[in-house]
């Protein structure tokens, strides 16, 4: 081993092209940005979805689905199995938006609306926002009453 055959070691010698340290380095002048145009100048960079003056692809499609975004009605939904856990657990016979926010099922300013999932058998007057009409029945089959409370 002498001073002509010493190599640096693999992968230490980094290959990457220098743009725009003057001509003498091959790539100067423009420093492979082509001439003129915006993609040319410092500082440039194009919007999201950009397709160089084409119509962009997001306003091509057409738009679905609902498009009622300034008021929307939104429920928190609770089953009659819900109801039915809190009647077993507090012996409550009013169930209402105070009663279930202090069992943790909804928050202060949700709008509530019962679902008949699962089965009641508690006799109990309900006070919600909105009712479905399977839970309509169910309560009044177990001998409550159904109040439409906003």
Same mark, same amino acid.
């Given at each position: 081993m002498d001073l002509s055959n010493l190599k640096p070691a693999a992968g230490s010698v980094k290959t990457r092209?220098?743009? $725009?340290?003057?001509?003498?380095?091959g790539l100067g002048g423009t420093s492979t940005r082509g001439h003129k145009g915006a993609k040319s100048r410092s500082g440039y960079s194009k919007k999201i979805g950009f397709e160089g003056g084409q119509m962009p692809l997001q306003r091509r499609l057409p738009k679905y689905g609902e498009m009622h975004v300034c008021n929307p009605k939104i429920y928190k939904a609770i089953n009659l199995s819900d109801i039915q856990a809190l009647c077993d657990a507090a012996k409550i016979d009013v169930v209402?938006? *105070?009663?279930?926010?202090? #069992?943790?099922?909804?928050?202060?300013?949700?709008?509530?609306?019962?679902? $008949?999932? $699962?089965?009641?058998? #508690?006799?109990?007057?309900? *006070?919600?926002?909105?009712?479905?009409?399977?839970?309509?029945?169910?309560? *009044?089959?177990?001998? $409550?009453?159904? *109040?439409?409370?906003?």
């Open positions: 092209k220098r743009i $725009g340290r003057g001509p003498g380095s209402n938006k *105070e009663a279930l926010f202090n #069992a943790g099922l909804v928050g202060k300013a949700d709008n509530v609306k019962i679902l $008949g999932n $699962g089965t009641l058998s #508690a006799k109990v007057k309900v *006070e919600a926002a909105a009712f479905s009409k399977s839970a309509v029945a169910a309560i *009044e089959a177990a001998g $409550g009453s159904v *109040e439409i409370k906003k």
